[in-house]
């Protein structure tokens, strides 16, 4: 078939690969001529495993391409994937949805036969009413033009597989309109004959499931999280406690896993953004809870910067300290609210000398944050420094020699704030080693 995903960011971008991996002709649309030009190169704008070779494949054989143009995208196809992004909006928790409006106007605007959008961007509910009476305005008299929603569940360094193989698909449509459903299980055939389950429901619905599942997901991460101060402050330890919660078949063990807590550009833009649509519409006690837990993922990094004061002697002023780890979470380069450079960025403002090391991210790190050092060698962070810090759970950073590390510390002690290294092994080899929610040795 022949489409087209509006908005080629790295939500659209990945959904213009997986469709034309699925065998269909897509036409991949941005205002960014910069971006556009990348694609059209066949360069990947972002690291995640397995899109380099995807995109260049795809390029080459004219299966997917790129362009600037609204005309184009309109007289390629009748369906239409809208994937643009949808940030926090600067001084708020709601939902920027400025972009989104204006794709979708100048869009609408160019079509000229009958044809279905699909919004896949992550929205506050209520949003596909507002752009169906948006799309209506400015179509052309007698076009038919429906709307259809349908939220990605996309994690990053996961997300081809969950593009392609995902664990559920979710489908809003308005009432009694059979045609969108059937016209998206077309586009999703082989997917669906793979015994992936879809979902259909109203367009409400599909818009609230993608944020209902990022919240539920980030209070599961907050809550262990909250049990580790518990542990720190008991002398428990958080890893055994998360094993036993997770031999209850109701709670499970995804997510379980304690220490620095999330970021990224979906969990805590999508936990805020459902808060402030909560108090909207007058749930203010869901809104308060939702910013309960956010307050407690960010409670986790000033938890770390404050360790690291105390293995510093009360002050990390004047110190040395290496850091592991700027990407968000390991197998991207992405650092939107990462904690692991929140943590950086905060032990330099104390007047600490910070060095990064990443192996994926230095780059966008070295233009969001070029008060730090950064250096392309895992070892080099340990150059005389006074304590290291494992903020990003990258598995180069298990296969580092403890003791071949501890001959260039100035004192060799390490926080590991994601629980990813061996604590025995560290010790064993003259490391203090700290992990969050255990007890302090």
């Not at 907050?222 to 542990?231: D, P």
């Not at 808060?275 to 409670?299: E, K, P, Q, S, W």
Request: charged share 20%.
């Amino acid at each position: 078939m022949k489409l087209t995903v509006i908005g080629c960011g790295y939500l659209g971008a990945t959904h213009a690969v997986a469709m034309a991996e699925l065998g269909h002709e897509v036409m991949g649309v941005d205002v960014d001529r910069a971006r556009v030009h990348a694609l059209r190169a066949a360069r990947a704008p972002f690291h995640e495993h397995g899109f380099q070779d995807l995109l260049s494949r795809h390029v080459a054989t004219g299966r997917l391409r790129f362009t600037t143009s609204f005309a184009k995208a309109a007289a390629h196809a009748d369906m239409h994937f809208i994937t643009v992004g949808t940030p926090q909006l600067d001084g708020s928790d709601a939902y920027d949805l400025s972009h989104l409006r204006a794709a979708v106007g100048q869009l609408a605007s160019q079509l000229d036969g009958p044809a279905l959008l699909v919004g896949k961007s992550t929205v506050p509910v209520g949003t596909s009413e507002e752009l169906l009476a948006l799309v209506r305005r400015r179509v052309r008299p007698g076009v038919r033009v429906s709307l259809a929603w349908s939220p990605e569940f996309l994690r990053e360094s996961h997300a081809l597989q969950d593009a392609l193989r995902p664990d559920r698909m979710v489908l809003g449509v308005a009432p009694g309109d059979r045609a969108s459903a059937d016209r998206f299980r077309e586009v999703y055939a082989t997917v669906l004959a793979a015994g992936v389950p879809l979902l259909v429901m109203d367009l409400a619905t599909a818009e609230l499931t993608k944020c209902a599942a990022n919240a539920f997901l980030a209070t599961k991460i907050s809550f262990v999280n909250a049990m580790a101060e518990l542990c720190e402050a008991t002398g428990a330890d958080v890893r055994q406690l998360a094993r036993a919660l997770a031999a209850d078949p109701r709670i499970a063990p995804g997510a379980l896993a304690a220490g620095l807590g999330f970021g990224g550009g979906c969990l805590p833009k999508d936990l805020r953004g459902l808060a402030d649509r909560a108090r909207t519409l007058g749930a203010g006690a869901i809104a308060d809870f939702l910013t309960g837990v956010d307050r407690i993922n960010l409670g986790r990094r000033q938890r770390t910067v404050d360790l690291a004061a105390e293995r510093c002697g009360g002050s990390v002023a004047g110190r040395r300290i290496g850091v592991w780890g700027a990407a968000f979470k390991p197998g991207t380069d992405d650092i939107r609210d990462s904690p692991a450079l929140h943590v950086a960025e905060a032990l330099h403002r104390l007047g600490a000398q910070v060095t990064v090391h990443d192996p994926e991210a230095l780059d966008n790190a070295r233009k969001a944050c070029p008060q730090l050092e950064y250096v392309e060698d895992p070892g080099a962070v340990a150059v005389d420094a006074d304590l290291l810090l494992l903020l990003t759970e990258w598995p180069l950073y298990r296969l580092q020699d403890p003791v071949a590390l501890r001959e260039r510390m100035h004192t060799p002690a390490v926080i590991d704030a994601r629980g990813s290294l061996d604590g025995t092994r560290w010790r064993a080899a003259g490391w203090s080693y700290l992990r969050l929610g255990a007890p302090q040795a």
